[in-house]
């Protein structure tokens, strides 16, 4: 629900949209009774309604979590918090893997499925997997090189035949990672085998009246067929659950720009088009070396026609930084670009063509070699691939890019729903 000015009031979802949005505004309805005056005060400001259709109803969940992390409408009131949804993380680094649920993977070279929409449902599938796959789900630090793991004692798992007992020497590395395949196989695939199986034990159960039995299997197979109402980590980003600890990156940073203040507000730009069509702008903050939502901006491309990236970035620069330069916002102390030399200088432009009296640091990351480029020198810098600046100027860089394609897509989704409307 959008105000007469565009702005973003409220997202919600719902299965039937028209049932849903019309209650809002329903003659006979009394929102100060039935929904309270926050509600009340919402539907008068609301002049548009938006919507878009989504594939299935995990997509809209995650989709809805998403758009009101990145927007923060005023009035919603959930899903604002840091929480995200959950993973399972398998650590395939390990000699012997383990498999865990997390909010907050530990290891970017872990094996993830996800994010699920539903932890306490993830929970329950894995115990019932655990007893087919046997994988351990403890935090021991197990090594096959470690003679003493022969005297280990193994936990209870083992003796009910729930892991094959790693810790205690009681399989073989070979023997155990062939487990973990099978089990990541089964996480792939649509599990037809194991919902066969199960399905046949529930008939066979409710033929001999053994109802406990076949209630039992009834909820194993709704917990399996749970494991799809998952989104995929690609597909559904949560860049919050990834941050890393900023504070050597911009201690580092101020000492990479000879900056004299320490470095606390970071702006990051991209552009996003397909061929030219449904040009979108992003913009992100980051403070303290973490996303700051509310910073966030959109822009839809006014001034500029077809493909010109350069001319783009010129536009929603000089769109941003007026109020600043009315004094009514604050500069940031780092404003990155997505891109190479040439992105850096339709910034430097756009800086120039507005006479800023004082030019905040101005930079860019380009792709591929992740080279930076910093206003005022003549050469480009190469960072390690571990450097803490790097890392910090990336995730700014990817956050951006991210931010611009989710808008991108939503534009479009928007145009195809109105061209399919049109013609119908």
């Not at 680094?93 to 699920?116: A, E, M």
């Not at 115990?127 to 796959?133: D, N, R």
């Not at 101020?254 to 040009?279: M, N, S, V, Y």
């Not at 860089?397 to 611009?404: I, K, P, S, T």
Request: glycine content about 4%; proline content about 4%; charged content about 30%.
């Amino acid at each position: 629900m959008k105000d007469a000015d565009d702005r973003v009031l409220y997202i919600g979802k719902a299965k039937n949209l028209r049932s849903r949005v019309s209650s809002y505004f329903q003659p006979a309805a009394n929102l100060h009774e039935s929904r309270g005056p926050w509600i009340a005060e919402m539907v008068e400001k609301t002049a548009t309604v938006d919507f878009l259709q989504t594939e299935s109803e995990v997509d809209a969940i995650l989709q809805e979590a998403r758009l009101v992390k990145d927007i923060h409408p005023p009035y919603n009131t959930d899903l604002k918090d840091a929480k995200t949804f959950p993973y399972l993380e398998i650590t395939t680094r390990q000699d012997f893997p383990g498999v865990y649920i997390t909010r907050n993977p530990q290891d970017s070279r872990s094996r993830l499925f996800g994010p699920f929409t539903s932890v306490n449902d993830l929970r329950a599938v894995i115990v019932i997997l655990q007893k087919i796959y046997k994988f351990r789900t403890c935090t021991l630090d197990i090594r096959e090189d470690d003679p003493k793991r022969r005297f280990f004692r193994p936990c209870i798992l083992f003796n009910i035949r729930q892991c094959t007992a790693p810790c205690g020497d009681r399989v073989s590395k070979e023997d155990y990672r062939k487990q973990i395949r099978d089990f990541i196989s089964f996480l792939q695939s649509k599990r037809t085998t194991v919902l066969r199986k199960l399905n046949k034990q529930m008939a066979e159960a409710a033929a001999r009246l053994d109802f406990e039995t076949a209630a039992e299997c009834r909820d194993r197979i709704r917990l399996i067929e749970s494991l799809d109402k998952r989104g995929t980590v690609e597909g559904h980003i949560q860049p919050e659950v990834f941050a890393a600890d900023p504070t050597e990156a911009l201690t580092k940073l101020q000492t990479l720009l000879k900056a004299e203040q320490p470095i606390r507000i970071i702006e990051g730009f991209d552009i996003a088009h397909l061929a030219g069509a449904e040009t979108v702008g992003s913009m992100v903050q980051f403070i303290d070396g973490r996303p700051f939502k509310d910073g966030y901006r959109r822009f839809k491309i006014k001034t500029v026609r077809g493909v010109d990236d350069y001319a783009c970035l010129k536009e929603i620069v000089m769109r941003r930084y007026q109020r600043a330069l009315a004094g009514e916002e604050l500069w940031p102390d780092v404003v990155l670009i997505d891109g190479g030399i040439g992105q850096l200088h339709a910034a430097e432009e756009a800086f120039a063509e507005m006479a800023v009296p004082r030019l905040p640091n101005l930079m860019s990351i380009a792709k591929k070699e992740e080279l930076l480029y910093i206003h005022g020198r003549d050469r480009e810098v190469r960072l390690a691939a571990t450097h803490p600046v790097r890392k910090l100027l990336q995730y700014v860089r990817d956050e951006a890019h991210r931010f611009a394609q989710h808008y991108h897509h939503i534009l479009r989704k928007k145009k195809m729903l109105n061209d399919t409307s049109s013609l119908t």
